[in-house]
């Protein structure tokens, strides 16, 4: 089965602070797919990033940035100089491919309880 | 871009009703998700469907059904509604098995309020 940690119940951090949220994962198949969603305040889930079980290049995209560490099962992910902006539940998943025999695929995901962040100005 | 759509943004139900959720998925993504979001928890997965044929289960309850039309829009079915079922409704699409990882774009989802 699979399982994904965040440990981090609540950060509260000050703006412009740098903050890492953490995720660990537990998988069985060596084809996953790890990702991160933002929940603001107004509810909606926000796509942040996908990275598959074969791609483990850290990757940067403006003040976001992610670290994919396949030995340590973990996926964390950094905010520089946080805004009040970006005041949220962060929650990361993780998701396998699950192929029946009729052909139908699905590619249910498995969140974090979520890390509630909050950037005081 | 044209993105998920879910109605109705809100809904307010008495116990034992029953409620219609519809979710019309990103045009030419052939796969939809169901998830609940109870108060102060994550999503969890309901059901999915891919090429109108269920697809995945999860923890759904016999109370609840839905399917997917030929249209590719998805209903959720929930009768007999308890209290413990007021949570947000999310649907997703996604473009199915093409392209692996089925990156899945969530609608705003339904805020459902049992009385």
């Known amino acids: 089965a699979q399982k994904v940690t965040q440990a981090q119940t609540e950060i509260s951090v000050v703006e412009k602070e740098d903050v890492t949220l953490d995720c660990v994962y537990e998988?069985?198949?060596?084809?996953?797919?790890l990702f991160w969603y933002k929940q603001p305040p107004s509810g909606e889930l926000v796509f942040l990033i996908r990275r598959n079980s074969f791609d483990e290049q850290n990757e940067i995209s403006g003040r976001y940035s992610w670290n994919f560490q396949k030995s340590t099962s973990s996926f964390n992910f950094t905010i520089t100089a946080s805004q009040v902006v970006d005041s949220a539940v962060y929650f990361c998943?993780?998701?396998?491919?699950?192929?029946?025999?009729?052909?139908?695929?699905?590619?249910?995901?498995?969140f974090g309880k979520g890390t509630k962040l909050s950037v005081i100005p | 871009a044209a993105g998920v759509i879910q109605s109705p943004r809100h809904l307010i139900k008495e116990k034992r009703e029953t409620a219609t959720l519809k979710c019309y998925p990103i045009?030419?993504?052939?796969?939809v998700y169901w998830y609940q979001q109870g108060p102060g928890q994550d999503p969890q997965f309901l059901i999915s469907f891919y090429e109108k044929m269920q697809s995945d289960k999860g923890s759904i309850p016999d109370r609840f059904s839905a399917q997917q039309f030929s249209d590719y829009h998805s209903e959720l079915n929930m009768s007999s509604l308890e209290l413990g079922d007021s949570a947000l409704y999310f649907c997703?699409?996604?473009?199915?098995?093409?392209?692996?990882?089925?990156?899945?774009?969530f609608g705003p989802g339904t805020r459902l309020t049992v009385l």
């Open positions: 998943a993780l998701s396998e491919a699950l192929i029946e025999d009729s052909g139908a695929g699905s590619y249910q995901l498995t």
């Open positions: 998988t069985r198949d060596t084809t996953y797919y």
């Open positions: 997703a699409s996604s473009s199915g098995l093409a392209g692996g990882g089925g990156e899945q774009f």
């Open positions: 045009p030419r993504h052939d796969t």
